[in-house]
């Protein structure tokens, strides 16, 4: 416990960024999916990636810790360049962060206990069981799911599996923790519990932030920034107000849920086809 | 046309070279893990889930490959006056070639598919991405403990196999087509060797190798959906048994030259 008290500990740098991308491209078989992005994210903040689905937010927040490598360009954690380490070093860096994937990526053969003590059990070596089930416990509780230890992964509901996903990504007290669309599929009653516990682990832990999603609701009440991704470029960096005021109309057609003209206009002609061939009188006859 | 031809050759050379580094790394992750007693449980379970669990289906594939074997034997001896010598010719191609073979063709499709569909499946809902964000190696984690444990049970999975065709084949001979007992197992003594039992066991060892290898890259490398996971079974299968074949040959090519120099006088009788 306290090697783990002290990894939340190491590294505290007083520094402004915790990470930070430069000039960030990647490609998968010659198609660019992050054109050249440049991003620092600030210790302690909340900042939210938004965007058109395929735009590249996840492969974006992948990169933060090096699940996927850079086509070209630069990631550095606390001024050390990360991109470029073996994996066994990348292990170590990786211990400072939490990830939230967006099916929550439980391990189906483990129990929620087993699941959260499992980034424990890998880095050190336990001698009190009885303090692991409490610290078990402790982390179930922050997520409102005490009293689920010992069920599956498979006996959960969508909402409770992120739940779990997030007390396993905070099992290390990591410093930074990536979210990966962690509404996506939720009611908006769960949507909003899951909100409130990203707020309440910003407060009690004080942990660094960045948020996938596509949820706007969500987006204005967790962001202390808000980063607009579009067609593998950041096209808007702001606080919720700004992003609300922005003048791009990508970005206010995204915030506002709106249809673009030439969406629109396919969907139109699309619609005149059916028309034509699967009217019920074709049927009929 | 060549410029498809030559972009399919360059990604099967890559993929090559892929297949070559993960072998390298589980080789290596496997070493370390028999030198470290943390991780000998993941060991224990796959060893359940691999081994124990395969025990029925193998000693049935041995039993009947036994006394299939019995059967189609009989009567091209039979024909010759030298039925009593169908002990000879169950028992070494049991231990020797069909037993071993075809007990690795059966684990490649019980247990190649399996570590191939679970790893494949973890592969496309993040489950290995999730190992390695937590700062832990997936080869070490999750390839190392299946492939350890398919290496060490084939051999012994191949003794029940080879147990089971010797058992199965006496029984079609000796009870159903009327063999004299006595006969059935002298001849038998007389032909087979503790050589041939252990060209059996070893190839085993081998077989094991490949079918965990290839299953779990096959799992580690597969493409996103059901199809994508379906399509890395099939592979897997497809290759293991493609590689059983073909280790199977050239461990027949090595081990009847090392025979051959350690006892020619013996080859010449």
Known sequence: MENIERNNQAGGINSDSIIRLENLTKGFGGNIIL????????????????????????V?????????????????????????????????????????????????????????????????????????????KAKLAMVGLDGFQQFYPAKLSGGQRKRVALARAIALNPEVILYDEPT???????????????LKLQRELGVTSVIVTHNMTSAYKIADRIIMLHQGKIIADSDAAGIRNHPHPVVQR???????????????????????????????? | MIETVGAKAAAEVVDIGRFSRFIWDTMISSIRSLAKSETYPLIWTQMNIIGVRSVPVIMITGAFVGMTLAIQAYDQLAGMGLEEHLGVLINISVVKELGPVLAAVMLAGRIGGALTAELGTMNVTEQIDAVRSMGTDPIRYL????????????????????????????FVSVIQLGINSRAYWSFSASGVELWDVTIGIVKGLFFGGAIATIS???????????????????????????SILALDFALAVIFKAVYSTFWPIKSLV
């Not at chain 1, 709106?258 to 006859?285: G, K, M, W, Y």
Request: glycine fraction near 8%; include cysteine; aromatic fraction near 10%.
């Open chain 1, 35 to 58: 054109d050249n992005i440049s991003l620092t994210v600030e210790q302690g903040k909340t900042t939210v990636i938004i965007g058109p689905s395929g735009c590249g937010k996840t």
């Open chain 1, 60 to 136: 974006l927040v992948k990169h933060l810790i090096v699940l996927l490598r850079p086509s070209s360009g630069e990631v550095y954690f606390r001024k050390q360049r990360i991109d470029n380490l073996g994996e066994n070093e990348l292990n170590k860096i990786r211990m400072h962060y939490g990830f939230l994937f967006q099916g929550g990526a439980l391990f189906d053969s483990l129990s929620v206990a087993e699941n959260i003590l499992f980034p424990i059990t890998q880095h050190y070596k336990i001698n009190d069981w009885r303090q692991m089930d409490e610290l078990v």
């Open chain 1, 184 to 198: 996506t599929g939720l009611d908006p009653i769960n949507s909003d519990v899951i909100d409130e516990l990203i």
């Open chain 1, 254 to 285: 995204f915030i506002n849920g709106q249809a673009n003209e030439d969406d629109l206009a396919v969907l139109r002609a699309s619609s005149a086809i059916f028309q034509s061939q699967f009217l019920p009188r074709d049927f009929e006859e």
């Open chain 2, 143 to 170: 390839a190392a403990p299946r492939v350890l444990a398919c290496l060490l049970l084939t051999p012994f999975l191949i003794i029940y196999a080879d147990l089971l065709g010797i058992l199965g084949g006496y």
């Open chain 2, 216 to 242: 779990c890259y096959k799992g580690f490398t597969c493409k996103e959906g059901a199809h994508g996971v379906g399509q890395a079974c099939t592979e897997a299968f497809v290759a293991s048994f493609i």
